[in-house]
């Protein structure tokens, strides 16, 4: 499972269509999730790596390992955000999760994170990233997706 918010119908479609073919190829589901508010997900992204954020992703883990074809094992992969929520949600023991792989990431914010170093906001980093995932967030879902609904659906 790679669980991000940056909209896999468009944000990430290109990279994706490379990825998780590969691990298809090797006898593994792949399953791109956006994030709550994200993409084509119902809900408001409120900020980065809320408890909300971690239960949700739990739920989906729990959802995907219940499914027929799946072993009951599920292992989550992830680069920066995909990363930081995989470590955040392996500190939870869910059952179900297997393994993580991550990249770009920390599990310490406060002294190693893109947007911060030892506690302080890198400023000209935080403008480009929040204006770009205002930018995101602000479009609709995908009515290919999500029908008709989408029109009632306001982001920001």
């Known amino acids: 499972m790679e669980y991000l918010p940056y909209r896999k119908n468009d944000g990430t479609v ?3 269509a490379l990825r998780h073919p590969w691990f298809a190829g ?12 994200c993409g084509d997900s119902d809900g408001f992204l409120a900020d980065e790596y809320l408890p909300l954020e971690q239960s949700d992703g739990l739920e989906v883990l729990s959802w995907i390992a219940a499914q027929a074809w799946c072993t009951g094992k599920v292992g989550m992969s992830g680069k920066s955000w995909g ?6 949600i392996v ?3 869910p059952p179900e999760l ?3 792989i991550t990249l ?8 190693d994170d893109v ?4 506690g302080c906001v890198l400023a000209e980093k ?3 990233w929040s204006s770009t995932m205002l930018a995101y967030d602000a479009r609709p879902p995908d009515p290919k997706y999500v029908g008709e609904r989408w029109r009632d659906r306001s982001r920001v």
Do not use: K, P
């Not at 990363?83 to 955040?88: C, D, E």
């Open 26 to 37: 090797h006898g593994y589901v792949s399953v791109r999730v956006d994030m709550r508010g």
């Open 83 to 88: 990363g930081f929520n995989s470590l955040q």
């Open 126 to 128: 935080m403008l480009y």
């Open 98 to 100: 297997g393994g993580i």
């Open 115 to 118: 947007h911060y170093r030892g």
């Open 14 to 16: 290109v990279r994706d």
């Open 104 to 111: 770009c990431s920390t599990d310490d914010r406060y002294s």
């Open 91 to 93: 500190a939870h023991d």
